[in-house]
């Protein structure tokens, strides 16, 4: 069993930065990928960013540019560095994380809020 833990939301100004944290806990996986979501009211859950086990990353069109997703594996911490935030980017962020033996795990999510 996996527990994630994310923490780093909150309100910020357009054109600030928050940065996420997801702490993995647990044991008897290997990680494929870990990935953040967003949600925002009235709207699907979408890709914001991720990372394979190798390193290698992935982003939203919205996002390039503005957030940088990274992972500590030795602390098995994931983060999401979002500048010049908008306030289109107010969601509720979720960590995800998805095992070679195609098991997912999901956090409880963090809000962040981007004010005009």
């Known amino acids: 069993q996996v527990q994630l833990v994310e923490s780093g939301g909150g309100l910020v100004q357009a054109g600030g930065s928050l940065r996420l944290s997801c702490a993995a806990s647990?044991?008897?996986?290997?990680?494929?990928?870990m990935d953040w979501y967003r949600q925002a009211p009235g709207k699907q859950r979408e890709s914001v960013a991720s990372?394979?086990?190798?390193?290698?990353?992935n982003y939203a069109d919205s996002v390039k540019g503005r957030f940088t997703i990274s992972r500590d594996n030795a602390k098995n911490i994931m983060y999401l560095q979002m500048n010049s935030l908008k306030p289109e980017d107010t969601a509720v962020y979720y960590c995800?994380?998805?095992?070679?033996?195609?098991?997912?795990?999901w956090g409880q999510g963090t809000q962040v809020t981007v004010s005009s």
């Open positions: 995800h994380l998805l095992t070679w033996s195609h098991f997912e795990f």
């Open positions: 647990g044991s008897g996986f290997t990680l494929k990928t």
């Open positions: 990372i394979v086990s190798g390193g290698g990353t």
